[in-house]
């Protein structure tokens, strides 16, 4: 019984591992997708919402 404990643990602690990673890569394509669409959009409203966000988040932007 203790190796099958073990095995269990190990398993885990590699999905948790992965899973963390795939979020991770998630949210940095999910970043930059925004990122790269409102900072060029043509769209003025999505421009302008994000050129105001920016100021409210003192982030230098001209």
């Known amino acids: 019984m ?3 404990n073990t ?5 885990t602690a590699a999905t948790s591992s992965q899973s963390r990673l ?8 999910l970043g930059i997708f925004v990122i790269g669409f ?11 919402a994000g050129h105001d966000y920016r100021h409210s988040m003192a982030f230098p932007c001209h």
């Open 2 to 4: 203790k190796g099958m």
């Open 7 to 11: 095995t269990s643990k190990t398993v």
């Open 22 to 29: 795939v979020q991770l890569a998630s949210a940095a394509l």
């Open 38 to 48: 409102v900072g060029f959009s043509h769209v003025e409203a999505a421009h302008n």
